[in-house]
């Protein structure tokens, strides 16, 4: 039994089970050509199976085969194309730029037409590099679409044995980040005098933009098995392991008091250590989950946290029986922090449940639950069209990128006519992979690749060396070529070495594995160059120039979550899909605004600006969102009608504060300041009356949160306006 549970663990590993597949489609080309002795026909075979497994995306069984016909079409008229037009450079030129514009256009539409324009380029330079030896305009595009319908076929067969596979590896990812996310926010409750929150919320925003990814990417591999939106058949019951994971996600990101406060208060009690051991305890739930969903096991509760519970209740209640009223407050938000762990609790219970589940994520507004997806998918042409009409523009970062790409392949090949480089196509390739849409990216891609190529080469020259037969070198291929996949997602150097080695091999088939090796490096270095100086000076896309907007952005979602909670305070609660939506974009804002700010600091210094500035409001935003999500989190409906005048009022005040600062980020203004701040109205929010129930009380002390935050966002929002106005024009400083 060990053994057997030892296999299915590594097997439902997706990396292993990714690369198992490349190696039989690897092993299905080099087996046959090796026993017929087919030399000439390995590498072409072998580069259509990279292409193919490169453009591939998740998909249903027909989704895929859709998928798969307009690649094969791409594929068809990139390889061909190049064979018809090379004899004719300033065609060839144009018809380089013009497709590859094109190609990346497409990734407007959607993911999968992105991966297909990509694989369609990638098809288009494989086919230049063996240009040299074709003797006809049909072998080589041939051989290239064989070795790509082989590793297709081998892909839809794995998909109709484990149809289910990436929808369990999607869910697995998201309680993984659920554990992580979980362990992060225990650190806030370690009583510390004088506790700083700053660190912990930067590093509490990363792991919420890791959780808020892995339930995007959940979303789409769900998405993608429904019927526009409508999830039905076996991932019926994913699909309500999903919304039960943003529900957790919701009251894992909830903040119901200054975690500062909490410390001073409690610094000398154990009440906030039995808070950050029950939350640990939940986080190994989740872990445990993952794997059960990785590894398609039955998830068993084990209830270690209910022991944690009920010492925690017994700990708060001894507070409580002191009846020391300088705890009178923050006790109360132990409390609320308390009953929303306990709901947690109570749906990690029933995960392995899906009825119970459901009913864990209560619905108080008279309704049904609503389970449908927003569907972003473009479905007809008109709509495939607008979405790249929309972006034919230059504050599109799509197309600037499609015009870099364009001139960067342009000048690649100049290059390559210009100096008479007969091998020189890797400059492309290289220029390919390496030139992304930032500055950051594009960084970190060039060092890794450049890094990557040299240890490649090495290694590559003393294993030509130390094993000349062809049998020991096919299998070098095709084990560097499966390692090449098992590390192109996470390390990329390393994944740049393995492919390197594949190259070295694949031409020594052709007997010119050592003459490639300069020529390869040589290119590299090239086409790395090329990639750097396009994303520097070919319509930059600096970060700090964009990150007002983005600020903007992050607060106009916020305040959009805050008005659908609000509405569903006088109706009740109700999951339905504009709310969930309105709940993922500010997740999903404060996501980008993180990783907006990550990238600024990559770029050179003299393009960064305001950087206390911006980590300062990122907290903030992130905090602000936290206090809301505590709002959404303990929704349900309120008949007291001056209770509800009440919210409504502060509401109106934040949602007008809220709106305005985000339209003087957006058109940087400074020397602004709050409206409509009442002082009346901020006395009467933190002080509720003693007959207000629990959630009258937790709605009013949030909103106050809220409320107390906005004097400091706009002084933020001065000076960073301040900032970037001397930063741009230094004369005026």
């Known amino acids: 039994m060990y053994s057997l549970g030892q296999f299915r663990h590594y097997w439902s590993n997706k990396t292993i089970n990714y690369c198992v597949r490349i190696l039989i489609a690897l092993l299905g080309v080099v087996l046959p050509c090796w026993y017929y002795q087919f030399n000439h026909e390995i590498t072409p075979l072998i580069l259509g199976v990279i292409a193919a497994a490169l453009a591939e995306t998740d998909d249903s069984f027909t989704g895929r085969l859709k998928a798969l016909f307009l690649t094969f079409i791409c594929f068809a008229i990139a390889s061909f194309s190049i064979e018809i037009l090379f004899p004719f450079p300033l065609l060839f030129a144009l018809g380089l730029f013009t497709s590859t514009f094109g190609f990346i256009m497409l990734g407007a539409i959607g993911p999968r037409y992105a991966s297909i324009a990509f694989g369609s380029l990638l098809i288009a330079i494989y086919t230049m590099l063996g240009i040299h030896i074709s003797t006809d305009i049909w072998t080589q595009p041939t051989l290239l679409l064989l070795g790509a319908a082989w590793y297709s076929l081998v892909s839809m067969v794995w998909q109709i044995f484990w149809p289910m596979q990436p929808v369990q590896q999607g869910l697995a990812n ?54 526009r939106g409508h999830v039905d058949g076996p991932s019926d019951r994913y699909l309500q392991m999903y919304f039960l994971a943003q529900d957790i996600h919701e009251r894992i990101s909830s903040s119901h008091y200054r975690y500062q406060d909490l410390a001073e208060h409690f610094s000398r009690s154990d009440v906030l250590f039995r808070f950050k051991h029950l939350m640990i305890t939940q986080a ?147 220029s390919l992979f390496v030139c992304q849409p930032n500055f950051s990216a594009t960084r970190q ?14 290694v590559g020259s003393v294993l030509l060396t130390l094993f000349p037969s062809q049998e020991s070198q096919l299998v070098f291929l095709v084990a560097s070529g499966t390692l090449f996949f098992a590390f192109r997602m996470n390390n990329y150097g390393s994944a740049t070495a393995f492919i390197t080695l594949l190259v070295l091999f694949c031409f020594n088939q052709l007997g010119e594995g050592y003459a490639v090796i300069l020529p390869r490096l040589a290119d590299t270095i090239i086409g790395c160059g090329l990639a750097v100086l396009a994303v520097r ?62 990238n600024m600091l990559a770029e050179p210094d003299k393009y960064r600006k305001a950087i206390d500035e911006s980590f300062r409001f990122l907290t903030l935003n992130h905090a602000m969102l936290s206090y809301i999500s505590a709002l959404g989190a303990h929704r349900k409906r309120i008949d007291d009608p001056e209770t509800h005048l009440l919210i409504l009022e502060a509401h109106q005040g934040i949602h007008d504060n809220l709106e305005s600062l985000e339209q003087h980020l957006l058109i940087q203004e400074s020397d602004i300041s709050p409206t409509s701040l009442s002082s009346e109205l901020d006395k009467r929010l933190s002080e509720w009356r003693e007959g207000d129930d629990e959630s009258v009380r937790l709605i009013l002390q949030q909103l106050h949160l809220v409320y107390r935050m906005l004097p400091e966002l706009y002084s933020l929002a001065n000076k960073f306006s301040v900032r970037t106005v001397l930063d741009e024009n230094p004369k005026t400083a």
Request: hydrophobic fraction near 40%; charge should be neutral.
């Open 174 to 227: 998201v309680f993984a980040e659920l554990a992580n996310y979980l362990e992060g926010k225990s650190d806030l409750f370690h009583p510390v005098v004088g506790l700083t929150p700053q660190p912990y919320r930067i590093l509490e925003t990363k792991l919420n933009a890791s959780t808020v990814n892995a339930l995007n990417q959940a979303k789409s591999t769900l998405l993608i098995r429904s019927k």
């Open 445 to 458: 891609k060039l060092v890794a690749r450049v890094i990557g190529t040299i240890v490649g080469l090495i």
């Open 284 to 430: 190994k739930a989740c872990r445990s989950i993952s794997e059960a969903l990785e590894t398609g096991s039955q998830y068993q509760y084990d209830g270690d946290s209910i022991l944690a519970l009920d010492e925690l209740q017994a700990s708060m209640q001894y507070l409580k029986d002191q009846q020391n009223p300088d705890w009178k407050l923050p006790l109360a938000q132990l409390f609320y922090l308390f009953n929303n762990l306990v709901t947690v609790e109570k749906q990690l219970s029933n995960v392995s449940n899906p009825d119970a589940s459901t009913m864990t994520i209560e619905n108080t507004s008279g309704e049904a639950n609503d389970y449908s997806l927003h569907d972003t998918t473009a479905h007809t042409p008109k709509v495939m069209w607008q979405r790249i009409r929309n972006n034919l523009h230059k504050d599109s970062m799509l197309f600037r990128h499609a015009l870099r790409m364009s001139v960067v392949l342009t000048i690649g090949y100049a290059i390559i006519q210009g100096f008479d480089l007969e091998r020189g196509y890797w400059i492309m390739l290289t």
């Open 537 to 598: 000076y070919l319509l930059p896309d600096w970060e700090a120039k964009k990150l007002h907007r983005v600020m903007s952005e992050a607060i106009q979602a916020n305040n959009h979550y805050l008005g659908h909670i609000i509405a569903q305070y006088r109706v009740g609660k109700r999951d339905d899909v504009n709310y969930r939506l309105a709940r993922r974009e500010a997740h999903t804002m404060d996501s980008t605004l993180s990783s907006t700010i990550s």
